[in-house]
């Protein structure tokens, strides 16, 4: 395309809010033929907003309750007839797909192990991977479906073409000129509204995921999409948000973890080694936690007396059982250095850009809605490890850095890099 001056303009495609032409989703106008959607429906009010856009836009819409998990208060079914009521209300068809079995294993299982070895995993990210976007998106497609989409508050989008001035300007302070971003692929973007931004939990997407992916509220702020969905009448518009992690309902994580982990009194212990009191099982714990019913007195130098502190989980050994805690100005509750693995580029042109010894300067977090912090990407090769391992050198030391969490890493515009593991 050009420009008035004669010169060649970058276009970038939005893909998923609002139809953009040069994008297989315009469906609206002329003799095409409609794109299929299946649109994965949680009973929530982004996921029924999310349907009513791509109806609106023209797309053939079906929407899907993913049955995964059966809450002992059984709010599931709650959920899944909220979802056919809006169905119904849009006038699309609704289907309540099963997936149990496969979510006990790929998720649960992956859960309650990574507790079991002292680690903190995220099973809302192994959700996306196994099945959102994975088993999900799978039969989807054998049924004929174009794409699927979810509410996640996220922005996907193509850039036609990059340049070198293009890409340092999104940071990379090492690229060289040789080091084209030329590319065709899809990338995400961090939400319009940053407070409900979901883009840490989709690291782990790939490229040939995403070519199937809408995400059609990610353009739009939370206020935004209620009064969409007042002004619509769906019954979900003033529906609450679901908090914690998505199958536990009411149920807290210790009472869950407590049915597969054994209880076991284990001490607690002040980082000089002394004993402050016991704990119930050292698994059940992560670092950072605040709330594990022991409290140390130290002196008050303004008062001239004693008095109580709160202190964090700033180690936790499953083998001998035991808790390390701090008070939140000790040291050894940050770390600048983390070593990650199982790293994703959800942009596989960034790959490119690293060499042996050699990093990119990414924005990164090493938990969800913490504040991004600038820091450096470089490969790494952790002792005794025999696959792949990457370090994240942050400018500010981070506290609560906490093993089996997900370190996810961005561009200064906000373009989601990708994740990986934490060590």
């Known amino acids: 395309m050009l420009s008035r001056t004669g010169k060649t303009k970058k276009k970038t495609v939005f893909v998923g809010t609002h139809l953009r032409q040069g994008y297989g989703g315009q469906v609206s106008g002329g003799s095409r033929e409609k794109r299929s959607v299946f649109v994965g429906m949680s009973g929530g009010v982004d996921s029924s907003v999310a349907a009513m856009l791509l109806k609106n836009q023209g797309y053939d819409v079906t929407g899907v309750y993913l049955k995964c998990y059966v809450q002992p208060d059984r709010s599931c079914f709650k959920e ?23 979510y006990k294993e790929r998720v649960i299982d992956y859960m309650i192990e990574g507790y079991r070895a002292g680690q903190t995993p995220n099973p809302d990210i192994e959700c996306n991977r196994e099945i959102k976007f994975g088993l999900f998106l799978e039969k989807a497609r054998k049924w004929g479906a174009d794409y699927v989409a979810t509410g996640h508050y996220v922005r996907l989008r193509r850039t036609a073409t990059r340049d070198k001035g293009q890409a340092t300007g999104l940071g990379f302070k090492k690229l060289k000129s040789s080091d084209l971003l030329a590319s065709n692929n899809l990338s995400l973007f961090t939400a319009r509204d940053a407070q409900k931004d ?3 939990f989709l690291w782990t997407l790939t490229q040939e995921q995403l070519k199937h992916a809408l995400f059609p509220i990610g353009d739009y702020l939370k206020s935004e999409v209620r009064e969409m969905a007042r002004k619509a009448g769906l019954p979900t518009a003033e529906k609450k948000d679901s908090q914690g992690i998505c199958f536990l309902g009411k149920v807290t994580l ?3 973890l407590k049915v597969y982990l054994p209880e076991k009194r284990g001490e607690v212990l002040s980082v000089a080694g002394e004993k402050l009191g016991e704990h119930n099982g050292a698994h059940f714990y992560t670092i950072g936690q605040r709330h594990i019913g022991v409290k140390c007195q130290v002196s008050s130098v303004k008062k001239g007396r004693h008095e109580t502190k709160p202190v964090y989980v700033v180690n936790k050994d499953v083998a001998s059982n035991t808790l390390t805690v701090a008070e939140d100005d000790d040291e050894s509750l940050t770390k600048t250095e983390v070593l990650l693995t199982g790293l994703n580029f959800v942009n596989p042109a960034y790959y490119s850009l690293i060499r042996t010894n050699k990093g990119i300067d990414v924005m990164a977090r090493v938990r969800y809605r913490q504040q991004l912090c600038e820091a450096e990407l470089c490969k ?5 490890s025999k696959s792949q391992t990457w370090e994240l050198v942050f400018k500010t030391p981070q506290k609560f850095v906490a093993a089996g969490q997900s370190a996810v ?8 890099i990708g994740g990986g593991v934490i060590l």
């Open 254 to 256: 210790d009472d869950f």
């Open 198 to 200: 979901q883009s840490y």
């Open 409 to 416: 890493f961005y561009s200064k515009d906000g373009e989601l």
């Open 380 to 384: 790494s090769q952790a002792p005794n």
């Open 80 to 102: 899944a007839m909220d979802a056919m009521e809006v169905a119904e209300k849009l006038g699309i068809p609704f289907h309540i797909w099963d997936f149990q079995k496969e």
